[in-house]
Structures are given as structure tokens and as C-alpha cells.
């Protein structure tokens, strides 16, 4: 037997290893890339500019609300926005002042799966993304934050392009080797019927070195004698 001689089972295997460190590869490479993903969803999508707009009227209704008055604070960051969070501290002495949660952050948290977990994975630079604003009041200046999360509502399409295209990378090349193996198997079929029916004088197709190159040469070992 030739000393290189390599089996099918070898093959899939080191195929199937090579399939998944690529795939991990590719799942890792746009887990890198989020951030980019997200200054761009930020541009297209506008959300930028709504943040920016949200931030021009908050000022402009701030110079007319005193910080110490906690109800007109309250009423003042209270947002339609069901993904913003507005917290306000006092610029001075840095105490916290007032807070108005995302309602989105109320909402139930769905079943624990490893899928949900990969995804939270992904959506973990949205719920951190914070932007800082020095605002005037009517009585002094206070540090307004705000955690923009209507990123979340464009992260999940990201992460199943990633997960899609991680499961191709991990697919295809089996898929091709498999296919290309059975092309092979179709082959070596007809030529045997050809074989079968008196065709002696087409030699059989050898390809590889695996148990189908073996079975090929065997039998145009076989054909030579019957020949």
C-alpha cells in the first residue's frame, strides 16, 4: 500500500477541524468589528442626530428648571424614548441628582440559551454606550448622561450575519469535499458498469490516495487481467 496513502475518515476529520477554527475565526472577526458597525448604524440610521436633538432641547428647557427642584428634574428627563437613559449629577460636588431608566430595560428577559448568550455578548458595547453633556440650569451647571440603546434594535441583524456566516465557513468546504467524493463514487460506478457490460479498454479514473483511489486501482488491475 502507498506509504501516503491518507483514509477518508482522516480527511473529514482534518476537514472538519480546519472547518472550525475557520469559523471561529470569522465569528471573531466581526466580534472585532462591532465598533465600526456601530459608528455606521449610528450615522445611517440617524441616531446620532436624534441623540444631538435630544440634547439641543434638553438645554434649552434646563435654563428655565432649577436642579434642586426634584419635580420639574424628574419631569424634564422624562423621555418617549423607550432606549434612552438620562442621569443627571451635580456638576459641583458630584453628588447623584436625578435618574429616568430606559423602559426598555424593564422589559422581561427571555429564556437563557446559549444563542441568547452569544448575542448579549454582541450587544454589550450598545449598553455601555454613554455620552457625557455639561448642562446649564436655571441655578448652576449639572453633568447629564446618557445611554443611548436603540443601537440594540440593529445589533441582532449584525450578529446573525456572523452567525451565518460562521456556520458557512464551518459548512461548505465539508460540504464540497463530500460532494466532489460522491461525484468521484458516481464515476467509478459507470465505469464498472461500462466494466460489467464488456468495455475493457477505458482504464478506471484514479484519484487520490485514499480507499477510493485503492478500490479504483484495484479494479483496473482487474480489468488489465480480464483484458
Known amino acids: 500500500m502507498n506509504k501516503k496513502y491518507v483514509s477518508l475518515a482522516s480527511k473529514i476529520f482534518f476537514i472538519l477541524i480546519a472547518s ?7 465569528y471573531s472577526c466581526f466580534r472585532e468589528q ?19 436633538k435630544f440634547f439641543k ?4 428647557k434646563a435654563k428655565d428648571v432649577n436642579l434642586t427642584d ?6 424634564l428627563i422624562k423621555t418617549k424614548d423607550p432606549y434612552l437613559s438620562v442621569y443627571i449629577y451635580d456638576n459641583k460636588n458630584e453628588y447623584y441628582v436625578a435618574a429616568n431608566y430606559a423602559d426598555f430595560l424593564t422589559q422581561p428577559v427571555s429564556v437563557i440559551t446559549p444563542l441568547y448568550i452569544l448575542q448579549t455578548d454582541f450587544e454589550t458595547d450598545a449598553y455601555n454606550a454613554v455620552y457625557t453633556k455639561i448642562v446649564q440650569f436655571k441655578d448652576q451647571k449639572a453633568e447629564v ?5 436603540n443601537l440594540l434594535k440593529y445589533i441582532k441583524y449584525y450578529f446573525y450575519v456572523a452567525l451565518f456566516a460562521s456556520f458557512l465557513t464551518f459548512l461548505l468546504p465539508t460540504f464540497f469535499f463530500i460532494r466532489h467524493k460522491v461525484k ?24 487520490g490516495r485514499d480507499e477510493l483511489a485503492v478500490l479504483a486501482r484495484q479494479m483496473d488491475g482487474l480489468r488489465l487481467t480480464l483484458e
Open 184 to 207: 468521484y463514487i458516481e464515476c467509478l460506478k459507470q465505469e464498472i458498469l461500462n466494466m460489467s457490460q464488456g468495455d475493457l479498454s477505458h482504464p478506471m479514473t484514479i484519484q
Open 70 to 75: 426634584k419635580k420639574q428634574v424628574k419631569k
Open 145 to 149: 448622561e446618557l445611554y443611548d440603546l
Open 57 to 60: 432641547e434638553f438645554k434649552e
Open 20 to 26: 472550525s477554527m475557520s469559523a471561529v475565526l470569522v
Open 34 to 52: 462591532i465598533p465600526h458597525y456601530y459608528s455606521f448604524i449610528d450615522e445611517v440610521a440617524g441616531i446620532k442626530d436624534k441623540r444631538n
